[in-house]
């Protein structure tokens, strides 16, 4: 199976720059996963498309602001960090622009000294594990200093931090946002609960490495990145028994979809667990826990385009992109979204 499988051309204007005034007014696309037929309609009404008795089940991760803008210790030079993955309390893996100013023992400081960092680490892949120094509390220096990581083909600088997290973020880590999330209010929430809809929260810490596309030619070579999970005793109880029930697991964002095949045994069941996971999905993968995801356009030839072409068929999926780029859909993070049922 080649990449290059999963290449489509999008035109730069249908990149979404921002999120719409009103987070559900986006459209919807929805795809039939065996037919490939579609319909389009506006993301607030997928609450007419859920039954009672489904469970949507949702990442709470929460974005941090984890990009930090400072100066090497002793030259002054311009460095660009970018928090991906927190190791103990002082200690992060973390992205350096430019990177060849940033061997062992490489001393940075952030607020002209509020934050300083030492590279303690040089990894394989080119990232950094660093050690910073600082006094008073974490959450609030990082508040203070850091900016939000938008992807790089967003332009636009936002204005409001939190159009950049779910209304239902709750646990910090992410260095990106679970952006099909990004579509439901508080309001639609309540709607689609109204229903008998269930709903079960569960977490994985977004990295970087989900936005990027496969740079292997063999889809089968790439060797994906490892993100932090948690499943509570909780989200499974709910999960299990809407099975059990004969309802629809609805995965919002493949992010979910990882963390519930990453979790789920043979039969779709769940118990609680935490832990970090690797797993890669493309077609040929057999779901065990997911009967439906709501999800926004990918990138092309990322492993989340691979993914929706594992639930559904590459060609149905592509030939839905195709469709989606005629009616001049909206795509990526701030995008529109599919309902692949």
Known sequence: MNTKDFYYDLPQELIAQKPLENRSDSRLMILNRETGETEHRHF?????????????????????????YGAKEGTGGKIEFLLLKRIDINTWEVILKPGKKAKKGSRFEFGGGLLKAEVIEVKTDGNRIVRFEYDGIWEELLDKLGEMPLPPYIHEKLQDRERYQTVYSKIEGSAAAPTAGLHFTKELLEKIKSKGVKLAFVTLHVGLGTFRPVSV??????????????ISEEAAKIINETRRNGGRIIAVGTTSVRTLESCADENGFLKECCGNTEIFIYPGYKFRAVDAIVTNFHLPESTLLMLISAFSDKEKVFKAYREAIDKKYRFFSFGDAMFIC
């Not at 609450?47 to 941090?64: E, K």
């Not at 030619?217 to 948690?230: G, L, T």
């Open 44 to 68: 607030y009404d997928i609450a007419d498309l859920l039954n009672a008795g489904d469970c949507l089940v949702m990442n709470n991760t929460r974005v941090i602001p984890a990009r930090l």
């Open 217 to 230: 030619d063999n889809v089968e070579e790439h060797k994906m990145h490892s993100e932090y999970y948690e």
